[in-house]
C-alpha cells in the first residue's frame, strides 16, 4: 500500500468511459508525472484525485484513507493549475493564506506561514500586489506559494508551465525540481511536455485513449519503451522506427533491411532472447533513438556492439550543439545525430555508426515491445 | 484467486467518514436555482396553461369553467375587430423590423467609417431607447398633430399646401405607429450591427482590398455576410417587442382614430378587461404567444444548443 | 483617400465623406427633434404653443408647467401632479431591480459553476419566459394577485416585475460567468471555500460591470413598464408611466400641452439620467440579452 493508492479507477461520462481502471501506487516523496497527448485523460485522472471529479468506479486512497466522494478541501491537497488560477480581486498574500483562513487557521499563523512560504519562493516584495500585476514567471510562483502554504500530502500540478515562454519554462522547470528535492514533498504532475516528464519525474505514467500505457522511471520510459506509443511519444527526435526481417547469421540473429541504394544491410543483435528468436524470418519493427546511430567517430566507445553502414544523406540540420542527419533504411526516413562539426552534404554517402546495444525491437501487429 | 485475510487495517484501505458537507454542497445550488425555477413554473407556464384553459371556456367578466371548445377561436377569427388589429400587426411589424433593420445597419456602416463625432453621435442616435413607449407616444403624438404640431409649424413658416395630418387619418394612422416606433429602436439596431462591425477582423478585409474588392464588394461580399447573427438577432428582439406593441399604441393613437390603430396586444386587454369577453381575450392571447413561439423556440434551441 | 487612418481598412473619398457626415447629421435631427421640441416647449406659456411655433424659442421663460406637472395637474381624479407616481415607481423598481439582480447573479452562478443533468434545459425554460407575450399571464395573474390580496399592491408589481426579470438577469450573469475561469472555483474548493462563499469572495468581487448592466437593464424596463401598472396598480400604487399617461389622455378642460411635455420629460428623466451617466453600460446590456459572445 503506497502513499497515494489509486486502484481500478476508471471514468465514465453517461455510456463513455473516458479513463479505463487505472492502478497506480505513489509512495511518500515520490514526483510522479502523468504524461500523454491532449484528451489522454491525465488531467481528468488528476482531478479525480483532488476530487473535482467523482470517481466512477474503483477507489482513490491517500495515506490508506479512501477519498471517494469526499470534499477536495477535506483530501489534504494542494493544485497548482495551468492558469494559476488567482484571485484576481485580492492581493498576493490573500491568495495565499486564503485556503488556511478557509480551514479556520488563526490571523498570526496565516502570517508566519505566509511569510515563511514567501521567502522560500523570493515573492516577499510581491505580497501586497493583484495578479494582474505580475509577470507570468511571478504568478507561477504564487501560484507554487498557495499550494506550498497549506502544507498538504499531496500536490497536483496541472501543466503548470505550460503558459510560460520557452526561456522561463526551462527556469520554473529547475526551480521545481529543486523545491521537490529539498522539501521531498509527494507530486504528481500532468504535463503533455515528455522533456518535462522526463527531467522532472522519479516515475512516468505514459497515458493515452485512457488507458496507463507504461509506468516507470525516466530510464525504462526512454530505454525500454512498453510499447510503439510510448516509444514515438517519448523523446525527441523521436524514435527510428524501422521495418527489418529477423534472420539467422552465425549463430545469432540479425536484422535485414537495406539502405538508401537498395543495398541489403544487416544488423546483428547483441543477445537476442528467446522471444527475439521466435520471429525469425518475420517482418517486425526496430527502434532506435538518434543518439544511437552517429557518425562512427562520434560513436559511444563503451557500447558493445556498433554496426557500421554505409547510406546516403537526405537532409542534414545543423542543431548548433549536434547536427541532425536524416538518412533512408528500410524505406523510412531515419535520423542520426552526428557530432557538430560532421561534414556530410544532402547526396553524399556516408557512413553510419549504429549501437544496437541501444536498440529495441517491436510486434509491428501487437505494437509491443518483444522483450 | 484465494481470499486470504491477514490483516483488515493493512491490507484494505480505511473507509472516510461519510462527508455531510460534500453531499450538501451537492444539493446547493439545486436549491438556490430553486425558487426562481419555481416562479417561472407557476407564474409564467402554470398561467400559459391557464390562459389556455380559459380561451376553451366560456369565461366572460370572471374566469368559468364551462367548456366550450373552439367557439371562441371561431368567434375571434368572425371579428371584423381582429381582423383590422392582426392586419395592422401585420403592417406595422413588416414595416418596423424592415425600417429599422435598414436604417441601423446603414447608420452603423456610416459611423464605421472613422467618423469625428461619433462619441456624440451614436448617445444621439441611442437615446430614445431609453425612454418609455408612453413617453415616446405623447412626444410623437403632439409633433404629429395637424393643428399643432409639423403641419401648423409649416403652415406659419409659410407653406400652406404642406399636409401630414396621418395620425387623424384611419388610413395612415398605423405608419405613424411604425415611425414613432422605428424612431424608438433603431438607434439600438444600430448599436447592435456596430458591435458586429468592429468584431470583424481587420487584416481580412485588408487581404481582401489586395484582392482587388471596392468598398462596395467589400461591404456585400465579406462584411454583411459576417453579420449573420446581428442579422438573426435584430429580427427576433424587433419582433418580440413588435408584437408586445401595447403601450405605444396606447400612447400615440388610442387605437384609434376608431379602431384604426387597434393591434392584438390593445385588442386583448379591451375584450378581456373592458368588454368582459374574457373567452375570446384569452383565445387571442394564445395566438399571439403561438407567434412568438414559432419564432423564439427555434431561435432559443439553436442558440442554446450551441453555447454546449 | 489619406483621410481614414491606417487602422481601418474602408477607405472612402471626400464626396463619399460629405454624404455620409450629411446624413448622420439628418438622423441625428430626426432622434432629436421630438424630444427636444418637447424640452423647448415645456417652458413655455401654454399661449406661446397654441398661438406659435413649436420649433420657435420661448420668449417667454417658465418653470410653472414643470412645477404643475410635478405637484399639482390633475391626475385621474385627484390635483395632486406626478409627484406620488414617481415615488410610487421608486418603491416599485427598487426592490424589484435588487431581488431580480441577486437571483439573477445565483442562477447564472449555478448554471455555469454548478452544472448538473438538464440545466441547459431549465435555462431555456427561464429566457423564454422573457420573451413571452405578457397578455398571455395577464388574466391568471390578475385573479392570483386579486385572491392573494396584493391586487393594487406595489409588492404585487415587484413579484410581477421579479417574475419576468429573471429570465433577463440570469442570461446577463450567466453570460458573464461562462467566461469566467472555472479553476478559480476549483482553485477556492480545494481551499476549502464552499457553494456561498465562493460566490462571495471570488465571484462578486469580479462581477461590477454585470451588476452595472443588469441593474440598468432591470432599471430601465421595470421604470418603463406600463402594461403591469395598468392592469395590476390602483391609486395608492399607480407606477409614473400609467399617470403620465392618465394626465395626457385626460379629455376634461384645456389641453395643458406644457405641463403634459413637462410631465412626460420627469417620466423620462430617471432612465435618461442613468443612460447618460451608464449609457456605455446600457448598450452593452442590450447587447448581451440578444448577440452571442
Avoid at chain 2, 371562441?72 to 411589424?93: G, M
Avoid at chain 2, 400652406?160 to 422605428?182: C, G, H, M, P, Q
Avoid at chain 3, 405637484?71 to 385627484?78: L, S
Amino acid at each position: 500500500m503506497g502513499f497515494l493508492d489509486i486502484s481500478n479507477a476508471t471514468k465514465s461520462y453517461g455510456s463513455l468511459e473516458v479513463l479505463h481502471k487505472v492502478d497506480i501506487q505513489v509512495e511518500e516523496g515520490e514526483f510522479l508525472v502523468l504524461v500523454g497527448p491532449s484528451g489522454c485523460g491525465k488531467s481528468t485522472l488528476l482531478n479525480m484525485i483532488a476530487g473535482l471529479e467523482e470517481i466512477t468506479t474503483g477507489e482513490i486512497a491517500i495515506k490508506g484513507t479512501a477519498m471517494n466522494g469526499v470534499h477536495p478541501s477535506k483530501r489534504n491537497i494542494a493544485m497548482v493549475f495551468q492558469s494559476y488560477a488567482l484571485y484576481p480581486n485580492m492581493t498576493v498574500g490573500e491568495n495565499i493564506t486564503f485556503g488556511l483562513e478557509m480551514h479556520g487557521v488563526p490571523k498570526p499563523e496565516r502570517e508566519k506561514a505566509k511569510a515563511q512560504v514567501a521567502k522560500l519562493l523570493q515573492i516577499e516584495q510581491l505580497l501586497d500586489r493583484k495578479p494582474g500585476q505580475l509577470s507570468g514567471g511571478q504568478r507561477q510562483r504564487v501560484a507554487m506559494g498557495r499550494a506550498l502554504v497549506r502544507d498538504p500530502d499531496v500536490f497536483l500540478f496541472d501543466e503548470p508551465l505550460s503558459n510560460l515562454d520557452a526561456k522561463l519554462r526551462v527556469d520554473m522547470r529547475t526551480e521545481i525540481k529543486k523545491l521537490h528535492q529539498e522539501l521531498g514533498t509527494t507530486i504528481v504532475y500532468v504535463t503533455h511536455d515528455q522533456i518535462e516528464a522526463l527531467t522532472l519525474s522519479t516515475r512516468i505514467a505514459v497515458m493515452n485513449g485512457g488507458y496507463v500505457q507504461q509506468l516507470g522511471t525516466p530510464k525504462e520510459i526512454y530505454d525500454t519503451p512498453a510499447n510503439l506509443f510510448v516509444a514515438t511519444f517519448m523523446g525527441s527526435p523521436s524514435m527510428n522506427l524501422v521495418p527489418v526481417r529477423i534472420v539467422e547469421q552465425g549463430g545469432g540473429l540479425a536484422a535485414e533491411t537495406f539502405n538508401a541504394a537498395g543495398e541489403t544491410v544487416y544488423l546483428p543483435f547483441s543477445a537476442p532472447s528467446a522471444e527475439l528468436r521466435s520471429y525469425a524470418g518475420q517482418t517486425i519493427t526496430l527502434g532506435f533513438r538518434p543518439e544511437a546511430f552517429t557518425d562512427p567517430g562520434g560513436a559511444d566507445r563503451d557500447a558493445g556492439n556498433i554496426v557500421e553502414l554505409d547510406s546516403e544523406v537526405v537532409v542534414t540540420e545543423p542543431a548548433g550543439s549536434d547536427t541532425f542527419v536524416m538518412t533512408v533504411l528500410g524505406g523510412t526516413e531515419c535520423n542520426a545525430r552526428m557530432r557538430a562539426d560532421v561534414q556530410v552534404r544532402p547526396g553524399d554517402v556516408t557512413r553510419f555508426a549504429l549501437n544496437m546495444d541501444k536498440a529495441v525491437v517491436f510486434d509491428p501487429k501487437t505494437e509491443k515491445r518483444i522483450p | 484467486m484465494t481470499m486470504q485475510i491477514t490483516d483488515p487495517a493493512v491490507r484494505r484501505t480505511a473507509r472516510a467518514r461519510p462527508d455531510y458537507r460534500t453531499q450538501l454542497q451537492n444539493w446547493i445550488p439545486k436549491l438556490v436555482l430553486s425558487p426562481s425555477l419555481a416562479l417561472i413554473l407557476v407564474f409564467v407556464y402554470g398561467f400559459i396553461f391557464f390562459t389556455v384553459y380559459l380561451s376553451f371556456t366560456d369565461s366572460r367578466l370572471l374566469p368559468t369553467f364551462g367548456w366550450v371548445g373552439f367557439e371562441n377561436y371561431e368567434k375571434l377569427f368572425r371579428l371584423r375587430h381582429w381582423d383590422i388589429a392582426v392586419t395592422n400587426l401585420v403592417i406595422f411589424s413588416g414595416l418596423y423590423i424592415v425600417l429599422c433593420t435598414a436604417i441601423g445597419l446603414m447608420l452603423a456602416i456610416f459611423l464605421d467609417q472613422k467618423i469625428r463625432g461619433e462619441s456624440v453621435l451614436r448617445p444621439i442616435f441611442l437615446y430614445p431607447m431609453a425612454l418609455s413607449f408612453i413617453v415616446t407616444g405623447t412626444a410623437w403624438k403632439w409633433f404629429l398633430d395637424p393643428g399643432i404640431g409639423l403641419e401648423h409649424t409649416m403652415h406659419l413658416w409659410g407653406w400652406e399646401s404642406f399636409s401630414f395630418d396621418w395620425i387623424k387619418n384611419r388610413d395612415f394612422a398605423i405608419y405613424t405607429v411604425v415611425l414613432a416606433a422605428v424612431w424608438q429602436s433603431s438607434g439600438f439596431v444600430m448599436a447592435m450591427f456596430l458591435a458586429g462591425l468592429r468584431g470583424i477582423d481587420n487584416e481580412m478585409l485588408k487581404a481582401a482590398q489586395m484582392d482587388g474588392a471596392s468598398n462596395w464588394q467589400l461591404y456585400r461580399r465579406i462584411i454583411i455576410p459576417q453579420l449573420r447573427p446581428a442579422f438573426l438577432s435584430a429580427f427576433v428582439i424587433l419582433s418580440h417587442l413588435a408584437i408586445k406593441s401595447y403601450d405605444l399604441v396606447v400612447a400615440l393613437t388610442g387605437g384609434g382614430p376608431g379602431r384604426a390603430t387597434e393591434v392584438p396586444a390593445t385588442f386583448m386587454y379591451s375584450y378581456t378587461f373592458t368588454r368582459n369577453q374574457m373567452g375570446i381575450g384569452a383565445s387571442s392571447a394564445v395566438i399571439m404567444l403561438l407567434t412568438i413561439v414559432a419564432i423564439m423556440v427555434p431561435y432559443l434551441y439553436s442558440e442554446l444548443r450551441e453555447k454546449k | 483617400m489619406s483621410v481614414a487612418s491606417s487602422d481601418t481598412a474602408v477607405r472612402t473619398g471626400r464626396i463619399t465623406r460629405t454624404f455620409l457626415y450629411l446624413v448622420l447629421l439628418l438622423f441625428a435631427l430626426f432622434y432629436l427633434l421630438p424630444f427636444g421640441v418637447m424640452l423647448v416647449n415645456s417652458v413655455k406659456p401654454l399661449e406661446e404653443i397654441t398661438g406659435g411655433n413649436m420649433l420657435a424659442l420661448p420668449q417667454t421663460l417658465t418653470l410653472q408647467p414643470w412645477f404643475e406637472a410635478w405637484a399639482t395637474a390633475q391626475i385621474g381624479v385627484e390635483p395632486t401632479g406626478l409627484h406620488p407616481y414617481f415615488w410610487n415607481s421608486i418603491k416599485m423598481v427598487v426592490p424589484a431591480v435588487a431581488i431580480s439582480t441577486i437571483l439573477g447573479a445565483l442562477n447564472g452562478y449555478v448554471l455555469t459553476k454548478w452544472r448538473f443533468k438538464y440545466d441547459t434545459l431549465i435555462f431555456g425554460f427561464m429566457l423564454f419566459a422573457c420573451f413571452i407575450p405578457f397578455q398571455i399571464v395577464l388574466i391568471p395573474m390578475a385573479r392570483m394577485l386579486g385572491l392573494s390580496g396584493l391586487a393594487g399592491s406595489t409588492a404585487g408589481l415587484v413579484l410581477v416585475h421579479v417574475i419576468f426579470g429573471l429570465g433577463f438577469t440570469t442570461l446577463y450573469f450567466k453570460n458573464y460567468y461562462q467566461v469566467f475561469p472555472t479553476e478559480l472555483i476549483r482553485a477556492a474548493q480545494i481551499d476549502g471555500a464552499g457553494f456561498f462563499r465562493i460566490f462571495q469572495r471570488i465571484l462578486l468581487p469580479s462581477s461590477g460591470p454585470i451588476i452595472v448592466v443588469s441593474v440598468i437593464w432591470q432599471f430601465t424596463n421595470i421604470w418603463n413598464d406600463f402594461l403591469f401598472g395598468a392592469s395590476f396598480a390602483d391609486l395608492d400604487s399607480q407606477p409614473m408611466t400609467v399617470a403620465l399617461n392618465n394626465l395626457v389622455q385626460s379629455s376634461t378642460g384645456v389641453k395643458q400641452y406644457n405641463v403634459h411635455f413637462a410631465g412626460a420629460i420627469l417620466a423620462a428623466l430617471p432612465t435618461l439620467i442613468v443612460y447618460i451617466v451608464a449609457g456605455r453600460y446600457f448598450v452593452r446590456g442590450l447587447m448581451a440579452g440578444s448577440v452571442k459572445g
